[in-house]
Structures are given as C-alpha cells and as structure tokens.
C-alpha cells in the first residue's frame, strides 16, 4: 500500500522534529507499507508566506492526502496579527473543515521518566490514560460570538453549544477506544451548571446501553481537574468536550513530566487523521537541533496505526523508541543525571538504529 501524506511541519520546532519522524517512516518502508509526502504550509510560516494561515493551497492537499502529519504551529512573532491571520486559526480551520472531530490524546508515563514528573512515582507510575476531546464543536466554535458595545462598554461573548448527533459520535468513538483498552470510561461535563453538558450526560448515559461492557462514570470537570492530580490512575479513558478536553489533556499530559513525549491524533469518520504531537512550537528552542523528536515519530506511529491499520510498523516504530529510552538517550527536556544527553537528529538516529 502506497500512502500519500500531507506533512505540514509549521512553525518553530515544527520542521526539525517533522524531519526526524519523516527519516523514520522512511526506514520502516517495505512489508507492503510505502508513502510519499507533500509539504505544505500551515500557521505562521503560511501568513509570512501567503497572508493566511491555513492557505487554498494547503487546504487542497490536506483533503487529498489519506493522513496528515503535522509539526506545531505559533510564535511570539505572529501574537499581535489580527485574530483571522494567527497560527491557531490554521489549526482549528484544517480541524473544522476535514471535520477530525474526534481527537485522541494519549498519556502514557514511561517507565525510564517516572522522576520527571512532578508528581511522585507511587502516583504516576504506570499511568496510561487516554483523552478523548471533542474537536469540532463547543464554544470553539459556537455562534454567536464576538466583543461589541453594550450601554457604552464592551462586552465579549461566545456560545457553548452541542448537538445531540455531535455527542453521540464521539462517545461512540470513546466507548469503542475503552472497549480496546481497560473497559472503563468517564465522561466529564459541567452538568450542575451548563445545560449543554446536561445534553453531553444524558447522550452518554444513553449510547452506553450499546456498550454493556465498559463500564461509566461521569465526573463534573473541576473535580476531574482535582482528581486528575490526586489520583491519576483511576482513570482509563476520559471523555469530554472541546474546550474541557483542552485543559484537560494539557494537565494530564505533565502528570507524565514530558510533553515532549506524547502524540496526538484527530480522525474523522472514517479514520482519515492529522497526527501531531502534543507539544507546541517551543519557539525558544525553534533551530537549535535541541527539541525533543519522539512525539512527533510516536504521532508517525500512531497514524499507521489508527488510519492504515498497519500494527506491526506501528508497533515496530513505539518498540524503539522504548528502546531508546531504556538505553539512556534524552533530550534537554526529559534529560537527569546519569543520562546521555542528544539533540535532534542523534534521538532520530537513535531510534532509526533500534528499529
Ligand atoms: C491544542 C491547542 C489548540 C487548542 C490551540 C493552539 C488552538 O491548545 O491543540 O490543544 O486550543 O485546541
Ligand atoms: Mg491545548
């Protein structure tokens, strides 16, 4: 099978990790596995370039191709643009209009990390949850929305809004991914405030006699918040809406102490996916051969994986960077003492040589 990618690497460290997970996709080619990529501007690179930030040209790429792989997007440069032209708008416009409702969010602590989190081992160690955000709707994109006058001052608003169909595609999506997984399933909501996340409980609760063997739980989002930090592993898949899953999945992602380290993907209907890593642009170290590769080549990964079922490449890709890890190498960011420090293109080295 020949597999036509749209790589978008984007802004900051977008392009140097995005060059590492391509050299590793390219060393796992064979076994009836094949792909070509296509570059294409996405973010702050593409308003620079064309004045828009998820550009015509890019648009038309990233609908032909059969997956997407994504570097980060954003930078300090581009913070003062007109909200339209900033990088962000590229992200939530490619999310919007390939309709990837469904964004998989994986927090995974390896065992060669457990000391950097901030969390202690005992509570961490072995943790494996995984976040199912909804990434198409809530009040990232509800209408009305805006800041207009109101009695001389201004006034911002934006609606939070889900419709029925909307939650039960992606609690299905939950349900199925809990029924590979540990079989358990919280759907967090804001229900004894917000009428929406009523609508979210009920649907689910509904969906959920489809599902007799995964079992539910519900939890309001500021308790999932605490609990999230009090006892992580409680959990197995979380579900929730657009804007909680946000917050969400950046606190579960450090309880792990390496964001650096986390993939991401965001599918359609039918599987077709943007894979990105969980991390963004870190513009500060944007060039220096310093960022950390391996959540983008575990986002590569996860693509065979999830939209080409190819298991045993996946598999193959995940088993190095094991490897990798277990042999010592790390970058700045998950770096300790006793560790061998490497840059950018020695972890992809690394990995490319343990597969
Ligand atoms: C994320 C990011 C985006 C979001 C931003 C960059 C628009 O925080 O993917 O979590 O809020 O969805
Ligand atoms: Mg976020």
């Not at 296509?38 to 890019?58: N, Q, R, W």
């Not at 006699?209 to 079992?215: F, R, S, T």
């Not at 969980?278 to 391996?294: E, F, Q």
Request: aromatic share 6%; with cysteine; proline share 5%.
């Amino acid at each position: 099978m020949t597999i036509k990618i749209c790589v978008l690497p984007g802004d900051g460290i977008g392009p140097e990790i995005m060059e590492q997970a391509l050299r590793v996709l390219d060393a796992v080619r064979g076994d009836g596995f094949d792909f070509v990529a296509e570059k294409a501007l996405i973010g702050g690179c593409a308003v620079d370039a064309t004045g828009t930030p998820y550009p015509e040209a890019t648009s038309r790429l990233a609908k032909e191709a059969d997956a997407i792989l994504l570097g980060a997007v954003g930078g300090p440069q581009w913070d003062s643009l007109p909200r339209e032209q900033r990088p962000e708008r590229g992200l939530l416009a490619i999310r919007k209009e390939l309709n990837l409702f469904a964004n998989l969010r994986p927090a995974i602590l390896y065992p060669e990390l457990a000391n950097a989190s901030t969390l202690k081992p005992e509570v961490v160690s072995g943790l494996d949850i995984l976040i199912v955000r909804e990434l198409t709707g809530d009040i990232y994109f509800g209408q009305p929305r805006g800041i207009r006058e109101e009695n001389g001052e201004r006034v911002g608003f934006n609606t939070m809004v889900y419709s029925e169909s909307e939650i039960r595609r992606i609690g299905k999506v939950a349900f199925e991914a809990a029924r590979k997984r540990g079989k358990k399933l919280c759907s967090v909501d804001k229900m004894n405030v917000l009428e929406s996340t009523q609508l979210w409980r009920d649907v689910m609760i509904e969906l959920s006699a489809d599902y007799p063997d995964v079992e539910l739980s519900h939890m309001l989002v500021d308790n999932a918040a605490m609990q999230l930090v009090r006892a992580p592993k409680q959990f197995d898949v979380m579900v929730t809406g657009n804007m909680f899953g946000d917050i969400l999945s950046d606190e579960a992602s450090m309880l792990t102490g390496s964001i650096g380290m986390l993939p991401s993907a965001s599918l359609d209907a039918n599987n077709k996916g943007l894979y990105e890593p969980s991390h963004g642009s870190a513009p500060d170290i944007a060039g220096k051969g310093v960022a950390n590769p391996l959540a983008t080549i575990l986002s590569a990964a996860m693509m065979l994986r999830y939209t080409f079922n190819l298991d045993a490449q996946a598999t193959r890709i995940e088993t190095a960077v094991k490897k990798v890890l277990a042999a010592g190498y790390r970058t700045g960011d998950i770096y300790e003492a006793g560790t061998r420090r490497v840059g950018t293109k020695e972890m992809g080295d690394a990995v490319i040589a343990s597969l």
